[in-house]
């Protein structure tokens, strides 16, 4: 080894000892890391490679995707796809299993609307925010346990574990008699399977609009940002909830927010498309962050910047919330149309799972096989 290289580990190695001091130093002040602009990579900024595997389409008389809006992938490869009114299973090729939501009032049913799901090694859960009801079932569709909590309201459901579950509940003030963006408070709570309820000190505020129709004729509102979780483990969940950029970690056993981080980021101008009432507020920028993937025990964050000729950009963090790398996932039919911008996506092994609109609107599942990482 020459003396430059000794030179350059060595620098190398300082630099991660700082880090882990500042990152210690940071933590015991506020909780909060701050990573800088550009990642430790010096390959930073590349293009990775996708080779398509599969691409699934609606299939007369199977299934159809309707408004798709979030993908999981369970440990035995399968492949859940979530929508208001279904819960689509598909194998880890993509062909369609079935359809694991019951639509009804029922033992085992669900109505208002599919607001939330969690995938398990041994079990899934789903939940209806509208109307307050749990439905958890085995991999196959077997009903294990239908609850209906007589308490709530309660909002997003974040979490699950030993028997508690970690949800948003809403923090009610008067709304603005103004058409405006404004904060939503959500307290973070534990309820447990007889419904013990535990309001932590936690907030976990939220974007909404507020439109008030010239002339007073009515109100309306909508959702500018919502919580966005991604569980890592039987014990912590990852999120973030804001427009801006900021990833929290949810600690299950210790109920509690144990750290969050961020790093500097250009903020994209929000291009609003469609027919836009005079008047209705609309955000600048969209938000900084559309989805959360777990990949070789590393967390790609990906974020709203996209180059039409390199495709989305993804920010890469350590378990600890270190600013890594970053790259180019070439994705370029990407729903851009609100400035939450789904980009719905996950991941099981190597092999990406992505939900694609064409210029018909015809929706695709597409499976990827993540190459020269």
């Known amino acids: 080894m020459t003396r430059k290289q000794i030179f350059r580990r060595f620098l190398k190695g300082a ?48 299934f159809f995707f309707v408004e798709p809006w979030d993908v999981f992938t369970g440990k035995d490869g399968s492949v859940y796809v979530q929508e208001p009114k279904g819960f689509l299973k598909f194998d ?76 948003m509940k809403r923090v009610w003030e008067d709304r603005p008699k103004v058409s405006c963006l404004y904060e939503v408070k959500n307290r973070l709570i534990v309820v447990t399977e007889k419904e013990e309820l535990t309001e932590t000190s936690f907030l976990l505020p939220t974007t909404d609009s507020y439109y008030i129709r010239p002339g007073g004729r009515g109100a309306g509102s909508g959702m500018i940002s919502r919580p966005m979780p991604l569980r890592e483990s039987e014990r912590y969940v990852y999120l973030f909830h804001t427009p801006e950029y900021l990833i929290k970690i949810l600690d299950l056993e ?18 609003a498309s469609g027919n836009i009432p005079e008047g209705y507020p609309l955000p600048k920028y969209y938000n900084d962050l559309c989805r959360l993937l777990w990949h070789q025990e590393k967390l790609w964050a990906v974020t709203s910047t996209f180059d039409k000729n390199k495709g989305i950009l993804v920010d890469v963090f350590s378990q600890e919330g270190q600013y890594l790398d970053n790259f180019y996932l070439p994705l370029f039919k990407i729903r851009r149309n609100n400035c939450q911008y789904y980009a719905p996506m996950a991941i099981a092994g190597n092999f990406l799972y992505f939900l694609e609109a064409n210029e018909e609107d015809v929706i695709s599942l597409i499976k990827y096989e993540i190459v020269g990482e």
């Open 254 to 271: 210790k109920n509690e927010i144990s750290r969050s981080f961020r790093r500097k980021y250009e903020r994209v101008r929000y291009a």
């Open 92 to 167: 880890a090729n993509g062909k369609f299993v079935t359809n694991l939501l019951k639509w009804g009032e029922g033992p085992g049913e669900l109505n208002g609307g599919l607001t939330g799901a969690i995938v398990r090694e041994n079990d899934i859960i789903l939940y209806s925010s509208n109307t307050l009801k749990i439905v958890r079932i085995d991999p196959n569709g077997k009903l294990i346990e239908d609850k209906k909590f007589s308490k709530g309201p309660f909002g997003s459901l974040l979490g699950y574990h030993d028997g508690k579950f970690f949800m």
């Open 15 to 62: 630099e991660e000892v700082c880090f882990y001091l500042f990152l210690a130093s940071i933590v015991a002040a506020q909780g909060v890391i701050d990573n800088p602009e550009k990642p430790l990579s010096a390959k930073a900024g590349r293009v990775l490679q996708l080779k398509e595997i599969s691409r699934t389409t609606d299939e007369k008389g199977k």
